[in-house]
């Protein structure tokens, strides 16, 4: 066993796991724990099969392998990791709609969607509700979702299903939706339209009211990028680059305080709900498997919601500390009006420059 014992507490490190907004503690040997042993523990503590979950936030945010140790991967005294369902698991069977997810092999849906008589290449998380998809036309395409006529949607559809619980076509499916004349009528050969969306139009912005907020004011730092994942998962899948779990100090030091061969530049994603842009860039480029695989393999990537204005200028505080007046006033630029936006970090931890890529 590598937990703790009177004989070697010594050597013995003692760290947190996240999972689902409850603590688990360890203390294990981190130069012979490894990946794998972390893995079986959980599995054994929360019942949940190793090979549904991947373990994030290690430090030194390399590839993760079970047969690394921990000390490889960076965990330390104090240090704080997650656990995360994996897209698969996400996916798994569930209504009608899992023998498309299944066949497809991701948690994505892909439509070939016309708008008005343009054709659009779209797609969209598995545990996106089909309001969603309307908020995301609505806000992209400028067609209020009271004024949306669609074709194509299957039978039984409604506003409140997932699109996993959908039977969907493969590789893709085609949807229409044209702007619903002013004053016409909704007759029984029109598509579904749901009352709560009829009646309040504002419930279809990017963002409905219904859902958790990315980060919430006077959290902590750490408290808040954990439910930054936790809700980013929940409106757009498990497919998504690896965030860091921490402070944007920490995630500096992930970057830049390790060896040479293991450096790598910082990516900070700053997110805003009020963005008209922000759905489809988390949706269509953010979760894409292979952008998402790519920053994995050469970037850290730091992620912060700018939707609040105290939430804005905590950021500012923390920029202007780290990286001064110059670094702050690079990411100010784009603080709220060019959102989504990466920031891209280079240097060393100590003299860091600050370079702003609009989304």
Not at 49 to 62: D, H, S
Not at 227 to 245: D, S
Not at 343 to 354: F, H, I, Y
Request: charged share 20%.
């Amino acid at each position: 066993s590598y937990f703790s014992s009177s004989d070697s507490c010594e050597v013995n490190t003692t760290f947190k796991v996240d999972w689902k907004g409850r603590e688990y503690s360890f203390s294990l040997n981190v130069t012979e724990a490894t990946v794998g042993t972390l893995k079986e523990n959980l599995s054994s503590r929360v019942g949940v099969p190793k090979e549904n979950f991947t373990i994030i936030g290690f430090p030194t945010m390399t590839v993760q392998t079970d047969h690394k140790t921990l000390q490889q991967m960076g965990v330390s005294q104090d240090c704080r990791l997650m656990m995360v369902e994996t897209p698969h698991h996400l996916t798994s069977n569930r209504g009608q709609g899992s023998s498309s997810s299944s066949s497809s092999g991701n948690s994505r849906y892909r439509f070939k969607m016309s708008v008005e008589g343009l054709e659009y290449d779209l797609v969209f998380p598995a545990n996106n509700y089909v309001r969603q998809v309307k908020s995301y036309v609505e806000s992209t395409y400028n067609i209020p979702a009271s004024q949306q006529r669609w074709e194509g949607w299957p039978p039984g559809t409604s506003d409140s299903l997932e699109l996993r619980d959908l039977v969907l076509e493969t590789p893709f499916h085609r949807l229409k939706v044209v702007r619903r004349q002013e004053g016409a009528s909704v007759g029984s050969d029109d598509e579904f339209m749901d009352e709560d969306v009829l009646e309040s139009p504002e419930c279809s912005s990017s963002v409905t009211s219904a859902q958790r907020p990315l980060m919430t004011v006077g959290k902590s730092a750490e408290e808040n990028v954990l439910q930054f994942l936790q809700v980013f998962e929940e409106r757009y899948g498990g497919v998504h680059p690896l965030f860091h779990i921490g402070t944007l100090k920490s995630a500096l030091t992930a970057a830049f305080n390790v060896p040479a061969d293991l450096k790598r530049p910082l990516i900070v994603f700053l997110h805003s709900d009020k963005a008209l842009t922000g759905h489809l860039f988390c949706s269509q480029v953010i979760c894409s498997e292979s952008i998402a695989g790519y920053i994995d393999q050469h970037f850290v990537m730091w992620a912060y919601d700018l939707t609040e204005k105290r939430l804005q200028q905590q950021i500012l505080t923390e920029c202007q500390a780290i990286f001064g007046f110059s670094g702050r006033k690079q990411v100010e630029m784009y603080v709220p009006d060019k959102l989504p936006d990466d920031c891209d970090n280079k240097g060393s931890e100590r003299s860091a420059s600050v370079r702003c890529v609009p989304g």
